[in-house]
């Protein structure tokens, strides 16, 4: 019963992805379909040729020859088309595929999402998308050809006479009920393929993860020798697969002979009996094979069908109607701060940021990258609240602080604090160096009297490399860099939580950009 339900779940994924895919999948079945109705005509047509060259006519020898041809041109462009149309539509399927299980990480929570490695994930958007094709995707376009050339080849034979139908119709049932000597077998051998390939790409992470470990101590001999494992351990599941099913098909081919044997028999006796021309020895043989390799194929065919039943037992199911809209929340956790879908911009038809997820733990360090105008500093702001973010929640231990006003908010930034991008706009050109840093102290009283406080705020000067004499000076006196120092200086005076700190070194030298790094 579970296997009958896994056959009807990888049925309707199947349709699910071609359906995304349909101008495409019509058309390379389309292609394929008329190219091997060409391949019939071919058959009809070359009796047709041999019983002329018996008759000594040669006009219709002439005629019969040059519609030979045509097919012929006509099998050779559309099997090209078929070809070409193919390779697009397995790109589109493969890119859609992917598509989903993007959206099905998005729909994990935090906790579930590692709960596997990321060598599974990797797994799933690399090898199993190539195992999916060769096994899937292929064949399936294959099977449409395939029972395009049966029927034709089956219309061929009815012309000629009823007895080849016959035979040909029991070639079939005996090439369709082969594979199912083997289809179990096969879908084991599938499975343990993928879960050796998993583990193996897994090692090849850890691998690759210390790499710098072994290339410091000197081990590349144990780099290479590790990395050439795992290698024959990502190839060694798919050369074993394959060489399974070559082993099964062989066995089904060798039957495939053995009737085609016989219908050269049937047609012997057939044309000795002068109900069939002459001329059918030359295509009827032809036809007869066209259904029993059309069957042989499809037999084939179906065992690699079975042992891509795993790889879809991985595919996410997908309601595509609602994609984004179903990410699961990212529970809020102690000693962190998390970022839940946040949305911000000045105009609804461009966002500066949209759905953003993050967490940010206690003790860790994070950095967030991107081209300028995507939003990080956007970000940090909307998480100190200077800007109000358009949708979402930020949590700092836990405590939603989207919606606190001003007067909330003060507690609060006392955990945390920024480092703004611009030295130049961030500090207020009309109080002195002194005040500027005493600020946060005085709002949050953190001082015990006047010379506490002065000697604080000398002490943060001189954490970022500044002097005393610098405290009476005006932010107009200093270059961007020592700026940037005073900024630093006044995020570190209520020693926060959290620093959010937008490129805080990109205006100073690099002798002093160690220094404030190892600082923070």
Known sequence: MHSKLFDIRMEETMIHYLKKQWRLSTLTCLFAIIAYGAQALIQLALMKIFDAVVLL????????????????????????????CQAKTIRALNNTVRDELYHSFLRKSHTDFHQSD???????????????????????????????????????????????????????????????????????LGQSCGVQQTAAINHLKDLLTGFDVLQFFGRGNLFLQQGNRISDDIEKPSCQLS????????????????????SLVLIAVLTSMGLVTTGTLAGGVNLIGGVANGFNS????????????????????????????????????????????????????????????????????????????????????????????????????????????????????????????????????????????????????????????????LDLLHRVGLDDYHANRYPHEFSGGQRQRIGIARALAVEPSLIIADEPVSALDVSIQAQVLNLL
């Open 57 to 84: 006519d040669l006009r219709s020898t002439i005629f019969w020859t040059a519609v030979d041809l045509t097919c012929w041109g006509g099998y050779f462009l559309f099997t090209a088309l078929q070809e070409h």
């Open 118 to 188: 990321t060598g599974e994930y990797l797994a799933r958007l690399t090898n199993d998308m190539k195992q999916l094709e060769q096994l899937t995707w292929i064949p399936f376009f294959g099977c449409v050809g395939r029972i395009a050339q049966i029927v034709f080849s089956i219309l061929g034979l009815a012309f000629l006479h009823w007895s080849l139908v016959v035979f040909s119709v029991i070639t079939a049932v005996v090439l369709w009920l082969s594979p199912k000597l083997f289809q179990k077998k096969l879908e084991l």
């Open 243 to 262: 060489y399974g099913k070559s082993r099964m098909e062989a066995l089904i081919g060798f039957i495939n002979v053995a009737l085609q044997l016989g």
């Open 298 to 457: 499809l037999a084939g065919l179906r065992l690699s069908l079975s042992a891509s039943k795993p790889y879809f037992g991985k595919l996410p199911t997908v309601d595509t109607d609602s994609k984004s809209e179903e990410v699961a929340p990212m529970s809020p956790l102690k000693a962190s701060i998390t970022v839940d879908r946040v949305s911000f911009g000045y105009d609804e038809k461009k966002p500066i940021l949209k759905d953003a997820s993050f967490r940010f733990e206690k003790g860790k360090k994070y950095a967030l990258t991107g081209p300028s105008g995507c939003g990080k500093s956007t970000l940090g702001r909307g998480v100190c609240k200077l800007e109000n973010l358009t949708s979402g929640h930020v949590y700092l231990d836990g405590e939603d602080i989207t919606e606190y006003n001003d007067r909330r908010m003060r507690s609060i930034r006392k955990k945390v604090q920024m480092v703004f991008q611009d030295p130049y706009a961030s500090l207020n050109p009309r109080m002195s160096v002194f005040d500027i840093i005493a600020e946060p102290l005085l709002v949050h009283h953190l001082y015990q009297d006047k010379a506490d406080l002065e000697k604080k705020v």
